[in-house]
């Protein structure tokens, strides 16, 4: 769209901005007649992005903008399907697909880089949002309704009710929204937008229609769209699909006494006359039957602003404090000595037009609080007083310079971070282009701090010292937390029990299970989709340059590089073997591999030693790679060709770093130190880090049961699995609780662990651009020579997989079943079978049934009738591993029965063309999700390591284009057949909670 027009076919063009930093042109349009409000962000990205975004502030916790948020998805006028939404996620080639409901307003993206299924996705979402069928029996099963089982007990279900469930059972979110509570009290984002569960029940069918019809309309909805398809082209397409309709039901919509923007603008916090306190309750952490140590949190109201340059001023203060465990204000916590470690929700927070910054502290004595409390603000008494440290600034600066730069693709396209930053300043009646204009802003921030060697001191000034509108948070883990959510529950059930009669209930059941399980094969055809086999596709061909890099004469170390478009960023890796080691050592690699890049190194002290890391790069890290090796005839070559340099198939600890170009040489300097002269001998860091890793462990416990849960279940199936399970699951879970308070130990034992690692060779990988490299490799070149480098040594033949398999202590003889239990809200249920090798037509099959069975009877059974919130298929081929996963789940034993009955049905189903070329194109679909830079690079360093080869990449997609009805009932029933020789299972289950499972339960 040219700039001097100012408008078009019933749009008025408001603003055509110019935004540098993305490339792109922002074109803000209002339509005269319905209000609704477009901003294109058009560039030359052919991964498009819609959004349709409404505010939705709400005023109480009963869930109303996450139940909307679930049920428009559930039909519409032109589609009257039961689900939509899954269906597109079966059938379409999307790069994106699904809805998001923030404290404030609620989100329907969708993106692909195919145009004409770009606008397929587009018409069912606009239709979605604005023409929902929000059936009775759609309420039912995404809010809440009451059940009875056969055996006469009553509960309540719902996808949301046990969505939130599992979200009270995470400790970190209860001090989240306690956090807000005390800071800005007596505003919306105290309220819970995704439903509390001892509120959900109270909301009725009609305020849940009400509700839709005051915040779902045009003159509420912001359309972000985004990449190359022409503004007039998407501008026609809204007028055909979507608002010749709404035209016409104008008239329809309620006249509004106060607009969600008014709702939003006239929100204020009270001034507080002195420092707000609070006192709650959260789920227990570690502690099982009793209250633990508290966590606090001490807070402080910023300026109300959504201004980017005041966001970048304050973002920067937050990251000089509280950056890094060296940075001044954590340093000061960490050497009081006062609490078991620092919250991790210490940092800037920001909702709506409130901005405040909060630190808090895990484990800590009550009667440590006021101590705590001083040490904090004469901390930054002496930062206003003496000055902040320059390599504290330029480490902020520089992490916040990197992030401008960096194209990041975490849970979907980069193009979502640009549309909460447009959505940001549109939510508040500002102009959307002003949330992208931000390097200009920091630029700006960076001008005057130059120019003012006072102006961060005066900004700690006004933010902390000036300011009296703080808060205090005490949050104490108790089973008390658990025990008032049960009761609430029971007292829900009997209340919903007195309204209804048995009859009744029978019935509403019976119109639930007959809206969920209704066949829609004839509805099914008003979707629209592509056949995937029929469209023109590219697919990146990831090149990885191998050499053995001479760095001294006739001393050479494994080098791997992939040259991509990183805007002047490297990424850089370097791996050690630890299959070196003796088995037992295994237990300890976690710790090590957290603690290394923490501690202090040469004549670095620990807080030194990090700020140095934090001054030249962001996110100095270790992990660990490991993997089965691909078989094909071209894996077997790559091995044969490459096992003579020792890298092919063996299990890492690698080191991890991204810094700007101009930073690689003191970057690989401190890494070296790290490696050549790290200290962990310094038993109070040891002592706090340990604390911490244990501690942060516990908590994930009850958010990420499916993971934990898929990691034990496979951990006999190979030694990879076993091999993951020993170093990320329950098994070391229980070794660090063995071990705890033996500090000398784990100092001694790490210490001997890292001179074995570091000295038992190593390969180096790099992902940078192409005018970076040449200067990289130079550096790197030196700082193989400082390290004397070589290949890695030979794998330890004493570390067998029997071996590794004896560090796994929970597996019982005769059984593949285990069950685990704690005092959580909703469980979690894993199996794992054997499946088909990797980039064969068999393999391809059961990819594409993994997605059918995921969208279609795991779907249906797992998460509509059992009520579980997901339930999720997959195949690993190069693994030969099928996995059934579920998600929140109220019964994961009755779940795990249920998936054998699923897998049943899918062998005995018969595959029809139009289903399986469905399938086809949905699996396909992930084909086709772009990869940032840094993924190409990482994917093709584990690719070479494993054995990949890239033509056996598209062999793989191939195949998966040329699988047949025949293909996937073969498929089908060759993954039962599996299933039922040997199905190795385990469940996360809710303590106290009786089940039809007969399973011993484990304490967790």
């Keep these: 769209m040219e700039n001097n027009i100012k408008e078009y076919k019933g749009f008025e063009v408001i603003s055509y901005d110019d935004i540098p930093d993305f490339a792109s042109k922002g074109i803000h349009l209002r339509h005269k007649k319905t209000g609704l409000e477009v901003y294109h962000l058009f560039n030359n990205d052919v991964e498009n992005l819609c959004s349709f975004c409404f505010r939705t502030p709400p005023d109480c916790s009963n869930g109303f903008a996450h139940i909307l948020e679930h049920s428009v998805l559930c039909g519409s006028q032109k589609f009257p ?19 998001m409901t923030s404290p404030d307003n609620t989100m329907y993206p969708v993106s692909s880089v195919i145009e004409e299924d770009y606008f397929n996705l587009m018409s069912v979402y606009a239709d979605s949002v604005f023409f929902p069928n929000l059936k009775k029996e759609a309420f039912m099963q995404e809010a809440y309704h009451l059940e009875k089982d056969a055996e006469g007990k009553y509960s309540i279900q719902g996808v949301v009710y046990n969505e939130m469930k599992g979200v009270y059972s995470s400790f970190d979110a209860a001090c989240t929204s306690a956090v807000c509570k005390s800071i800005i009290p007596e505003t919306i984002y105290v309220k819970d937008s995704g439903g509390d569960p001892a509120e959900i029940p109270s909301l009725t069918y009609e305020q849940y229609l009400e509700y839709y019809n005051r915040f779902y309309r045009p003159d509420n909805c912001f359309v972000f769209l985004y990449g190359n398809i022409p503004t007039e082209k998407q501008l026609d397409f809204l007028q055909e699909c979507l608002i010749d309709r709404l035209e016409e039901k104008l008239d329809s919509f309620p006249v509004q006494t106060k607009t969600a923007l008014e709702i939003l603008k006239n929100e204020k916090a009270p001034v507080f006359e002195k420092t707000n306190r609070i006192e709650v309750l959260a789920p227990n952490v570690v502690e099982k039957d009793k209250e633990e140590d508290p966590s606090v949190f001490f807070s402080w109201r910023l300026e109300d602003t959504i201004n980017i340059e005041d966001t970048i001023k304050y973002r920067l203060i937050s990251q000089i404090l509280v950056q890094n465990d060296g940075s001044p204000l954590l340093k000061a916590i960490i050497d ?16 709506g037009h409130f901005n405040f910054f909060t630190v808090g502290v895990d484990g800590i004595k009550k009667n440590k609080v006021e101590k705590l409390k001083k040490i904090i603000n004469k901390t930054i008494e002496n930062l206003v007083k003496n000055g902040i440290d320059q390599d504290d600034i330029d480490s902020a600066l520089m992490d916040i310079e990197i992030s401008t730069k960096e194209v990041k693709r975490a849970s979907g396209p980069y193009s979502l971070v640009l549309l909460r930053r447009a959505f940001k300043q549109w939510m508040m009646g500002e ?10 802003a920091f630029d700006n921030v960076k001008k005057k701090i130059k120019e003012d060697d006072k102006f961060l001191v005066n900004l700690l000034k006004e933010y902390f010292i000036d300011n009296n509108q703080t808060a205090v948070c005490v949050v104490t883990p108790s089973p008390e937390f658990a025990k008032k959510y049960r009761i609430v529950e029971n007292e829900q059930i009997e209340l919903l029990k007195s309204k209804i009669s048995d009859e009744q209930l029978d019935e509403d059941i019976s119109k639930l299970r007959t809206f969920q399980q209704q066949d829609e094969t004839e509805l099914l055809k008003c979707l629209p989709h592509i056949n995937a086999r029929k469209i023109r596709y590219s697919i990146p061909q990831i090149k990885t340059q191998f050499e053995m890099l001479e760095y001294c004469p006739d001393k050479k170390v494994p080098f ?43 004549d670095l002290p620990w807080h030194k030693a990090t700020r140095l890391a934090n001054k030249y790069s962001a996110d100095f890290y270790c992990d660990s790679i490991t993997g089965e090796c691909s078989n094909t005839e071209l894996g077997k070559n790559i091995r044969n060709e490459y096992s003579k340099y020792g890298f092919i198939g063996r299990e890492w600890m690698c080191m991890r770093v991204k810094m700007l170009a101009e930073n690689t040489k003191p970057t690989l300097d401190f890494i070296s130190d790290c490696i050549l002269y790290h200290n962990l001998k310094d038993i109070k860091r040891i002592k706090l880090l340990f604390d911490e890793f244990l501690l942060d462990f516990e908590s994930s416990l009850s958010g990420n049961g499916h993971v934990y849960m898929g990691l034990i279940a496979a951990s006999f199936m190979n030694r990879s699995k076993a091999v993951d399970e020993v170093l990320s699951g329950i098994t070391n879970l229980y070794f660090l609780r063995s071990i705890k308070g033996k500090y000398k130990l784990v100092s001694r034992r790490l210490t001997e662990i890292a001179k074995k690692i570091f000295s038992s060779g190593a390969v180096i990988d790099l992902v940078c651009d192409s005018s970076s490299k040449t200067a990289a490799v130079e550096d790197i070149k030196k700082f193989a020579e400082k390290l004397s ?44 079978f054997e499946c088909s090798p990797y980039s064969t037509i068999e393999a391809a099959a059961e990819a594409v049934y993994a997605h059918w069975l995921s969208n279609s009877l795991l779907w249906e059974r797992i998460r509509t009738v059992c009520g579980a919130y997901g339930a999720f298929a997959h195949n690993d081929s190069v693994e ?8 929140r789940d109220p019964d994961p034993e009755k779940s795990i029965l249920e998936i054998s009955k699923c897998l049943k049905e899918g062998a005995e189903h018969n595959f029809t063309e139009d289903e399986v070329e469905k399938a086809v194109t949905g699996a396909f679909s992930s084909e086709l999700k772009p990869r940032t830079p840094k993924a190409l690079g990482y994917v093709g360093f584990e690719r070479f390591l494993t054995c990949i080869d890239q033509k056996d990449v598209n062999n793989r997609i191939r195949l998966t284009l040329q699988v047949t009805p025949q293909d996937m009932h073969k498929a089908a029933v060759r993954l039962y057949e599996n299933s039922l020789k040997h199905c190795s299972k385990a469940m996360f289950c809710i303590k106290g909670k009786k089940t039809a499972g007969k399973t011993d339960r484990i304490e967790l």
């Excluded at 102009?431 to 200009?440: E, V």
């Excluded at 990183?566 to 591999?593: A, H, Q, R, W």
């Excluded at 597996?811 to 199996?831: I, P, T």
């Design 81 to 99: 399907l039961r689900d939509p939404f899954i269906n597109l996620e079966n059938q379409s080639l999307k790069t994106f697909l699904n809805a």
């Design 880 to 887: 030969q591993i099928f996995t059934v996963l579920t998600y």
């Design 560 to 602: 791997m590089c992939n040259v991509e478009n990183t805007k002047g960023i490297n990424y850089f890796s370097i791996c050690f073997p630890f299959d070196v080691l003796d088995t037992e050592d295994y237990y300890y690699l976690p710790l090590l591999m957290f603690m290394i890049t923490e501690i202090g190194w040469k």
């Design 336 to 351: 009081s000595g006062l609490a078991k470690e620092v919250s991790p929700l210490s940092s800037l927070v920001i909702r």
């Design 431 to 440: 102009s959307p282009s002003d949330g992208l204009h931000i390097q200009k």
């Design 789 to 832: 480098l070589k290949q890695p040594e030979a794998v330890n033949p004493e570390n067998t997989f029997e071996k590794i398999k004896n560090l796994i202590k929970f597996k019982k003889e005769n059984s593949d079943e285990l069950c685990f239990e704690k005092d959580v809200q909703v469980g979690y249920g894993a199996c794992h």
